[in-house]
């Protein structure tokens, strides 16, 4: 993520940091999360389920979802981000 802020295009360096507020790693899908292919779906879910738990007393910016589902949109399985 630094080295995305050290371009020469912003004439100046700007430092990132950081810090991992929470981490759980699962077995199973849970049941708030819709288990589907499908990726608009899945990230719906995904964005749904992770707010609940920005709320339980820790607060971060951003998540992380990796997951084993081969995802697709509209039938492409060439989906990124």
Avoid at 8 to 23: E, F, G, H, Q, T
Avoid at 27 to 47: A, G, K, R
Wanted: hydrophobic fraction near 40%; glycine fraction near 6%.
């Amino acid at each position: 993520m630094n080295l995305l802020y050290q371009q020469p295009s912003l004439m100046k360096a700007v430092d990132v940091s950081l810090r991992l507020v929470y981490i759980e790693f699962l077995t199973t899908t849970p049941l708030e999360l819709q288990d589907t292919d499908n990726v608009d779906i899945y990230i719906s879910s995904f964005c749904k389920w992770m707010s609940g738990k920005n709320r339980d007393g820790k607060s971060w910016d951003h998540a992380l979802m990796l997951s084993g589902h081969d995802l697709t949109s509209k039938g492409s399985s060439a989906v990124a981000g």
